[in-house]
Structures are given as structure tokens and as C-alpha cells.
């Protein structure tokens, strides 16, 4: 069983940054991709940006060049980057970590204000 904890969301003005976190209790390497996903009240879950064991990325067509995903994997841990927010990302975001058995995390709150 492994564990994910996101951490970093948060209340910020449009064309603000904010940087999640997702630190797993085992190793991000084991698992194929690691994921961050959001979803919004009345909306599907979707797929922002993924970065896969040998290190390739792709991104959600709304979020390119303005989002990034990376991965410290001594520390389990996988990041997104987000800048030049806007309030159509206002979202819970969702780490995920996609193996033999997929796992998500808790969610994080990100607002965007106008």
C-alpha cells in the first residue's frame, strides 16, 4: 500500500504561481508514471500533466507553458509547477501514481481569484 500526500495548494490572484507537492511513502520509481490530475464540481476528472518512469512529460493542451511537472525521486517526491494561473484552474488537484495498482492522493485545494 503507498501512500500519496499533496501539499502546496492555496488561495492566489490570477497571473500568480503555486507549487504542489506530492510525496509518496514508497518509491516513485517503481510506479510507470506519476501523475497530477484535477477535477471541479459537476466536471470529470482530468489529466493536467504526467511524467513517466524514464522521465518523459505531457501536459493537458490548457495547462501547456505554463505548467510543469518534475520529480525528485530520492525523495519520492513529484511536483507541478504551476504559473501564470487562471481562474479556469481553480480546481482540486489529485496526485496519482499509476502501477500495478493505481493510487491517488487526497487532493489539494487551488483557487484563483480574478
Known amino acids: 500500500q503507498v501512500q500519496l500526500v499533496e501539499s502546496g495548494g492555496g488561495l492566489v490572484q490570477a497571473g500568480g504561481s503555486l507549487r504542489l507537492s506530492c510525496a509518496a511513502s514508497?518509491?516513485?520509481?517503481?510506479?510507470?508514471?506519476m501523475g497530477w490530475y484535477r477535477q471541479s464540481p459537476e466536471k470529470q476528472r482530468e489529466l493536467v500533466a504526467r511524467i513517466s518512469r524514464g522521465g518523459f512529460t505531457n501536459y493537458a493542451d490548457s495547462v501547456k507553458g505554463r505548467f510543469t511537472i518534475s520529480r525528485a525521486i530520492a525523495k519520492n517526491t513529484v511536483y507541478l509547477q504551476m504559473n501564470s494561473l487562471k481562474p479556469e484552474d481553480t480546481s482540486i488537484y489529485y496526485c496519482?501514481?499509476?502501477?500495478?495498482?493505481?493510487?491517488w492522493g487526497q487532493g489539494t485545494q487551488v483557487t484563483v481569484s480574478t
Open positions: 514508497g518509491s516513485i520509481f517503481s510506479f510507470n508514471a
Open positions: 496519482n501514481a499509476n502501477g500495478t495498482v493505481v493510487y
